[in-house]
């Protein structure tokens, strides 16, 4: 069993940066992390994923270049960085764990958090 709690949303300026933090508890060991979020009248979609090694990770399109995933698990923590945020990075913020599984495929996360809002103004 593993449990994930999420911090570090907030209200932003669009351009403005946030970085989330995700922290697990319980037997971690392995797991790929994953960032998604949900908008408003949207279904959930993936932000970004890490593996448990940290030497592959995976960004939607959106997210590339504006957003970073790291992990310490030393401290069992996956952050988020986001920068050059807009409007539409607005959204609940979740972070989910998967042992196994591609790291895009929402399906493959079974522990998931209660999320984290994040509101971009314009």
């Known amino acids: 069993q593993v449990q994930v709690v999420e911090s570090g949303g907030g209200l932003v300026q669009a351009g403005g940066s946030l970085r989330l933090s995700c922290t697990a508890s319980?037997?971690?060991?392995?797991?790929?992390m994953g960032w998604f979020r949900q908008a408003p009248e949207k279904e959930r979609e993936i932000v970004a994923a890490?593996?448990?090694?940290?030497?592959?990770?995976y960004f939607r399109d959106s997210a590339k270049g504006r957003f970073t995933i790291s992990r310490d698990n030393a401290k069992n923590t996956v952050y988020l960085q986001m920068n050059s945020l807009t409007p539409d990075d607005t959204a609940i913020y979740y972070c989910?764990?998967?042992?196994?599984?591609?790291?895009?495929?929402?399906?493959?996360?079974?522990?998931w958090g209660q999320g984290t809002q994040v509101t971009v103004s314009s």
């Open positions: 890490i593996q448990w090694s940290g030497r592959s990770a």
């Open positions: 989910a764990a998967a042992l196994g599984g591609s790291l895009w495929a929402e399906n493959d996360y079974a522990y």
């Open positions: 319980g037997r971690t060991f392995n797991y790929r």
